[in-house]
Nanobody
Framework: QVQLVESGGGLVQTGDSLRLSCAVS????????MGWFRQAPGKEREFVTA????????YYADSVKGRFTISRDNARGTVYLQMNSLKPEDTAVYYC???????????????????WGQGTQVTVSS
């Protein structure tokens, strides 16, 4: 059974940075497309970013492009989300997710992802 555990969330001010980590265990990590999603109160879960298993392809929501960077270390079984220039609208619970499909295509839909972490809260004060 694949398990994902996020860490690194917290309370920061506008313009600050945070790095989230997602430790993956119990599966063939290298063959998973990994993604980060977020959900703010009263809103639907939304795509933030995703990375291919080889880390050769990355995808970002327009709202975070240029500010967030996703990366992964397959040897450590960990995916990271570096968040810079944070804004109050980035406030949400951030979830790490794994897509076990191996056809090489990225999905922006949370329903495609098979495994999820418990989430970590990111709060950005103005």
């Amino acid at each position: 059974q694949v398990q994902l555990v996020e860490s690194g969330g917290g309370l920061v001010q506008t313009g600050d940075s945070l790095r989230l980590s997602c430790a993956v265990s119990g599966g063939t990590f290298s063959y998973h497309y990994m993604g980060w999603f977020r959900q703010a109160p009263g809103k639907e879960r939304e795509f933030v970013t995703a990375i291919s298993w080889s880390a050769g392809r990355t995808y970002y929501a327009d709202s975070v492009k240029g500010r967030f960077t996703i990366s992964r270390d397959n040897a450590r079984g960990t995916v990271y989300l570096q968040m810079n220039s944070l804004k109050p609208e980035d406030t949400a619970v951030y979830y790490c997710a794994a897509d076990r499909r191996t056809d090489g295509s990225v999905s922006y839909s949370w329903g495609t992802y098979d495994y999820w972490g418990q989430g970590t809260q990111v709060t950005v004060s103005s």
